[in-house]
């Protein structure tokens, strides 16, 4: 009964890339001879998702989560290692494989620009052979949290991102697929659309049991769809737990940047040093530290941080998956 629906083992995706040579010469030389290196997007990946699963992939930009997901999706072929999707090989068997999955890119739709989107609904209907009353009733689910009644007669080319979006939700999950990939899919959205989706994706979850791996840079994502959360950095996998490890294991995130003048470095530390609070020179004149607003009040916090330095400027802000990529890496080392 463990059978894992999604298995990824040692996989691996580089890109040749042409080498630019600098100036006019240089622009000759390269389309005369030329010169490649080789970018290591996945570097070694390995794991399993249960079906029923809803698993968040975490990491900053260029980690390598699109090129996973492309080669999970089935679009892009593995350069070693293995992907099994409900025992398929995704780029292999891709033509049978792709009416069993959904996929969704916050980037790009896959909708047809100049029809309706009620119409490219009604063709993916012909093309998975719905009955009328199936499709009836998932048009009648998916309306009731993603709010589609006003946007299902416009062109897809004229709608707006987050209406965009929400259509292509729709279109990618019209089948019931038991698996869905989704590629950043709050991206660039506004507040409410993104909760709308967040809570659209945990429904179909939950109630459908639709299992569920979704790429974001985005720490809300995790808290609001995920029980699971990868997080990868420069190709390999550096965190695999639960939402609730790795909020455990990073506290609470939070950052105070402070702009003061330079070589403040050292008051800034000598004052929060017994509340184990370490500042960061970013350069410029900002200073920035990463505390767990569990240990560290923050007021207090501030209070001493302006007692110590003449600040132009002060920050607060919630994680970032850069604090979260650098503080996992420091934790490793210290392992
Ligand atoms: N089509 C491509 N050609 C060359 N390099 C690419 C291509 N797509 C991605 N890369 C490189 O591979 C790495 C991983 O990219 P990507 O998978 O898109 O990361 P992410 O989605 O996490 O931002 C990056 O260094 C990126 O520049
Ligand atoms: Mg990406």
Redesign the pocket.
Known sequence: MNDPIICVQNLKRT?R?PVRRPGLAGAFTDLLRPEYRT?Q??HDVTFDIQRGESVAYL??????????VRMLAGILKPSGGEVRVLGFHPHSQRQAYVRHIGVVFGHRTTLWFDLAVIESLRLLQRVYALPEAVFQERLALFDEVLDLGGLLATPARKLSLGQRVRADLAAALLHAPPVVFL?EPTIGLDVSVKARIRAFLRQINRDLGTTLLL?THDLGDVEAISDRVMV?DA?QLIFDGTARELRGELGQGNRVTVVAPPGSLSALNAATLDLGVLWVDEGRGRYSAVYDGRLVRTPELVARTLAAVPAEDLELREARIEDVVRELYERGQHD
């Open positions: 890109y890339v970018v997007a996945v990491g900053p930009n260029g980690a390598g989560k699109s090129t996973t590629d790429t990868i190709g």
